[in-house]
């Protein structure tokens, strides 16, 4: 994927630091895919949603904070990422929890970018008809 250009298609929202708000980062990323007419993968994507939003409150989000998901169209296809403030990116790299094991089975591509504070968790998936 293309990441050295602007993405065609970007959107994130913010979420509390809760249970629920896995479900509901997962509807607003079913929401804009569908308004994006993404259909291709969707299931795949929504599923690393889910994992990665739960990997987020689980290992990231500090008591008091929330976190992010993005998602984020280019040319060579589409980005999911969530952001979160906590420590772990070494952790995260190893990759030795289920839900990474899950994604990294669901996506073509995935990785661990530092921020300050934190880290954003990354997956990505090639157009319709690449990939797996």
Known sequence: MNLNTQPALMRERLFP???PSVHAARR???ETLDVWGVTWR???MLLCVSELATNALRHG???G???RVRLLVYEGGLRIEVHDSGPG??????GEGMGL???AASCDDWGVLP???GKAVYCEFGTCGEGR
């Open 61 to 63: 989000v500090p008591p």
């Open 42 to 44: 969707q299931d795949d």
């Open 115 to 117: 921020r300050y504070p």
């Open 65 to 67: 904070r929330g976190y």
């Open 28 to 30: 607003f990323s079913a």
């Open 101 to 103: 094991r899950i994604v």
């Open 17 to 19: 630091r809760s249970a």
């Open 89 to 94: 990116l070494s952790r995260t790299r190893i």
